[in-house]
Nanobody, 126 residues
Framework: QVQLVESGGGLVQAGGSLRLSCAAS????????MGWFRQVPGKEREFVAG????????YYADSVKGRFTISRDNAKTTVYLQMNSVKPEDTAVYYC???????????????????WGQGTQVTVSS
């Protein structure tokens, strides 16, 4: 089992910055990739960013490329999402997720991730 706990959400003005954290515990050695997803009511959960847990390779959705940065701290088993130049359309519940499959890529498909955090609300005001 892997437990994931997000923190850092809140209210921010458009153009501002916010950093989300996701602390992983349990069988973290089984993690191959960590991802951030977001969801608004009535829409499907969408991929935001992902990072390979060992190699550190990253992948971003086009909508956040150049504004958001995903990183990880292996020593603390924490993954971060630095959100800069936020826009009202970034408003959503943000979830971190762990992929435990033995492969080398970053999946953008929610169904490929086995463990999920509880989510943290991010609201961007215009």
């Amino acid at each position: 089992q892997v437990q994931l706990v997000e923190s850092g959400g809140g209210l921010v003005q458009a153009g501002g910055s916010l950093r989300l954290s996701c602390a992983a515990s349990g069988r973290t050695f089984s993690i191959s990739t960590m991802g951030w997803f977001r969801q608004v009511p009535g829409k499907e959960r969408e991929f935001v960013a992902g990072i390979q847990w060992s190699g550190g390779g990253t992948y971003y959705a086009d909508s956040v490329k150049g504004r958001f940065t995903i990183s990880r701290d292996n020593a603390k088993t924490t993954v971060y999402l630095q959100m800069n130049s936020v826009k009202p359309e970034d408003t959503a519940v943000y979830y971190c997720a762990a992929d435990i499959r033995i492969w080398a890529g970053v999946s953008t498909t929610p169904g490929d991730y086995h463990y999920w955090g509880q989510g943290t609300q991010v609201t961007v005001s215009s």
